[in-house]
């Protein structure tokens, strides 16, 4: 998505017949850049509110590691809203009908593609597009604003290759700190009415 489409998913967003917390649960997703399934199965218990931080167990994730996202004021203000209105479910994003076990991942789907056809209805430049190009987006336009591709990778979680797996065992935490901060603060200028 370019930062125009993002501002329409927003406004689309808000238009779709759907839950808070599952509108909470798209922008995160394109706040955090995680994956679908690390997001919708995230508990209460990967979360540390102090440091800022969503750690996500390694046997939830696709590298079999765990990944430390760091989050940003936005995201922060999102999660802290879902927490008052958890209602005693483990999970961050629990099933409808049953607290015990988490949000279909089909869901974020179907809001996402009512967007995408509100917006053809209005005729409005918004391209089709689905949960995981939330990453994809925030990998372009990061790359694009010229952050450092090693800080990038690793918000994405994404598997290093060869040699340099071997070596470079960098976390860039600070890095990765600033850098998804200065995200969400563009998509909020993006996204602000003006």
Request: glycine share 6%; hydrophobic share 35%.
């Amino acid at each position: 998505l370019t930062k125009e489409e993002i501002a329409l998913f927003y406004r689309y967003l808000e238009r779709v017949g759907t839950t808070p917390s599952i509108r909470a649960a798209c922008k995160l997703l394109l706040l955090t850049l995680l994956r679908k399934g690390e997001l919708t199965n995230a508990k209460w218990a990967d979360m540390n509110f102090t440091e800022g931080t969503l750690t996500i167990p390694s046997r939830r994730m696709k590298a079999r590691r765990p990944h430390v996202v760091f989050l940003s004021r936005q995201a922060l203000d999102l999660l802290t809203a879902l927490k008052m209105f958890a209602g005693g479910s483990d999970y961050v994003f629990p099933s409808r009908y049953e607290t015990h076990s988490p949000m279909s991942s089909a869901t974020l789907n179907r809001v996402m593609t009512s967007c995408w056809e509100y917006a053809q209805k209005d005729n409005q430049p918004l391209g089709k597009f689905g949960p995981h190009d939330m990453r994809r987006t925030g990998s372009t336009i990061l790359h694009e604003a010229g952050y450092n591709s090693d800080w990038i990778e690793k918000t994405l979680a994404n598997e290093q290759k060869g040699i340099r797996a071997v070596y470079n065992k960098a976390e860039y935490r600070e890095q990765r700190q600033a850098m998804l901060q200065d995200w969400a603060d563009m998509i909020e200028a993006w996204t602000q009415p003006k």
